[in-house]
């Protein structure tokens, strides 16, 4: 089976303050993991993607998440939130089952940034 | 970079009628995929489709919707008979070997 969890619907932060947003995942394989963003009236943009490689992976804009295969987690962060990072953010896990790709996407976090 | 092209970007329908959606997959792409987004509401998934045939369906996906790829390029989702309730923005994305997956910009689809 295979599920993502993220476990804030809603984030609210300072411009100019650090960005937490967090993801955990079930997985009975080695999974894919990705950061996908979705800006008001936008398609889904690819932020960064986890493919068993390095641990630490960095990303557009600034974000950077780290996987950390013990505590099924890939959470995504930046140290400095801008007011254009205010979007969708969804955590997305793929891997292969039964000789196909599944994909299932988090719930998403909305990102505010205050000014 | 390559992109997956969707149109048309908006489309509005009565109740009933018939949609196509379209989608131009990135072209060594084998997977493909279509998810809806509900206004304020999450992602859902509703087909994939591989090695021209559909590997994964939804709950959602049921016998009004259809999916097609039928001239290598193309890769389309059909809705036979609309329900306001099918109003959503669909996104068609496709990846290759490294799953990752390249979306479109989205279909938003407005049913009367």
């Known amino acids: 089976a295979q599920s993502v969890t993220q476990l804030d619907s809603h984030v609210s932060v300072s411009e100019g303050t650090p960005v937490l947003l967090r993801c955990n995942y079930s997985s009975s394989y080695s999974p894919s993991l990705f950061w996908y963003v979705q800006h008001p009236n936008k398609g889904l943009q690819l932020l960064l993607k986890y493919t068993s490689a390095a641990t630490l992976v960095k990303g557009i804009n600034g974000f950077e998440a780290e996987f950390k295969k013990s505590e099924t987690s890939f959470h995504l962060t930046k140290p400095s939130a801008h007011m254009s990072d205010a979007a969708e953010y969804f955590c997305?896990?793929?891997?292969?089952?039964?000789?196909?790709?599944?994909?299932?996407f988090g719930t998403g976090t909305k990102l505010q940034v205050i000014p | 970079e390559p992109e997956v092209t969707q149109t048309p970007s908006h489309q509005v329908t009565q109740m009933g009628q018939e949609v196509i959606l379209r989608c131009v997959p990135i072209s060594n792409h084998l997977y493909f995929y279509w998810y809806r987004q509900i206004l304020g509401q999450k992602v859902e998934f509703l087909v994939s489709?591989?090695?021209?045939?559909?590997?994964?369906k939804s709950e959602i996906f049921d016998d009004q919707f259809s999916v097609e790829r039928p001239d290598g390029s193309n890769f389309t989702l059909k809705i036979r008979s609309t329900k306001l309730e099918d109003s959503a923005m669909y996104f068609c994305a496709s990846s290759g070997e490294t799953e990752k997956l390249f979306f479109g910009s989205g279909t938003q689809l407005s049913v009367l």
């Open positions: 997305v896990v793929s891997g292969e089952s039964g000789g196909y790709q599944k994909v299932t």
């Open positions: 489709f591989y090695n021209n045939e559909i590997s994964e």
